[in-house]
């Protein structure tokens, strides 16, 4: 089957679905929010836009999230 909609969603790539897991299930928290699972995911969302900041060439600052507060 040729899949020709990528516009409406995209499938995942598998070291993607790999390092979201844990977000998805456990580790639930929102990063706006003051408790523990809020803070870690806060700390992960940083991390992540420290990465994509390194791999464009931007400061990470220059990055926003839908949570960004």
Not at 28 to 41: D, K, L, M, V, W
């Amino acid at each position: 089957m040729i899949y020709l909609d990528n516009n409406a969603t995209t499938r995942l790539a598998p070291e993607v679905l790999e390092a979201m897991l844990p977000w998805l299930g456990d580790h639930y928290g929102n990063p706006s929010g003051g408790y523990r699972f809020g803070r870690e995911a806060r700390k992960a969302l940083e991390r992540a836009r420290e990465q994509v900041a390194a791999l464009i060439g931007a400061q990470p600052g220059e990055l926003l999230a839908a949570c960004r507060t």
